[in-house]
């Protein structure tokens, strides 16, 4: 059976930083493109970053970009989002995301293995 296990949120104050990790487990993912997905209370799910299977090619929402960084560790059939100068706009469950392919995907409808997320608060 395969499953996603996110970890790392927490509540932070604005400007600091916090590193997300989603262990994938049940199957090999080194052939998958991952990504991370957030959603805040009453508002739909929304695209964060992705990364190609080997890690060369990265994908982020205008939102993040130049703020948080998604790494993978395909040995450890992990991937990370680093996340600086948080924001209280960034305050969401945060999910991690799985899908067999190369193209990197914003549609959250792409993707086919979903992780049961982690709670990220920035307090301003």
């Known amino acids: ?3 996603l296990e996110e970890s790392g949120g927490g ?6 930083s916090l590193r997300l990790s989603c262990v994938a487990s049940g199957r090999t993912f080194s052939n998958y493109v991952k990504a991370w997905f957030r959603q805040a209370p ?17 994908y982020y ?5 130049g703020r ?11 991937v990370y989002l680093q996340m600086n100068s948080l924001k209280p706009e960034d ?3 945060y999910y ?17 293995y979903w992780g049961q997320g982690t709670q990220v608060t920035v307090s301003s």
């Open 42 to 58: 009453g508002k739909e799910r929304e695209f964060v970053a992705a990364i190609s299977w080997s890690g060369g090619s990265t």
């Open 1 to 3: 059976q395969v499953q």
């Open 91 to 93: 305050t969401a469950v």
């Open 61 to 65: 929402a205008d939102s993040v970009k």
């Open 11 to 16: 509540l932070v104050q604005a400007g600091d």
């Open 68 to 78: 948080f960084t998604i790494s993978r560790d395909n040995a450890k059939n992990t």
């Open 96 to 112: 991690c995301a799985a899908v067999f392919g190369y193209g990197l995907a914003s549609d959250p409808g792409e993707y086919d």
